[in-house]
């Protein structure tokens, strides 16, 4: 599986609002376009936030690195994965 960043979700909420703005849909494929749309803000959301949360670890391991400190392998963001 390709490893997906948050700059690769960018471009899927970009074409989410492409797809969203065709002229051309019956209002059933707007209505099919709409749930999918919802979709994918709720995985965007919590990929976003999964990001923010490495970032801030990331911030606090490196204030505090003198110390010895350890990023947790949880919070490592180089294993945070998007879903694809």
């Not at 960043?5 to 209002?27: A, S, V």
Request: net charge negative.
């Amino acid at each position: 599986m390709k490893r997906q960043n948050l700059g690769d979700l960018n471009g899927y909420l970009f074409e989410q609002l492409e797809r969203l703005n065709d002229p051309d849909m019956t209002k059933e494929e707007i209505a099919l376009e709409i749930d999918r749309a919802n979709a994918i803000s709720r995985v965007a959301t919590q990929a976003v936030s999964a990001g923010h949360l490495a970032l801030k670890a990331e911030i606090t391991y490196q204030k505090h690195e003198a110390i010895n400190a350890k990023m947790p392998e949880m919070l490592d963001a180089n294993t945070i994965d998007l879903i694809e």
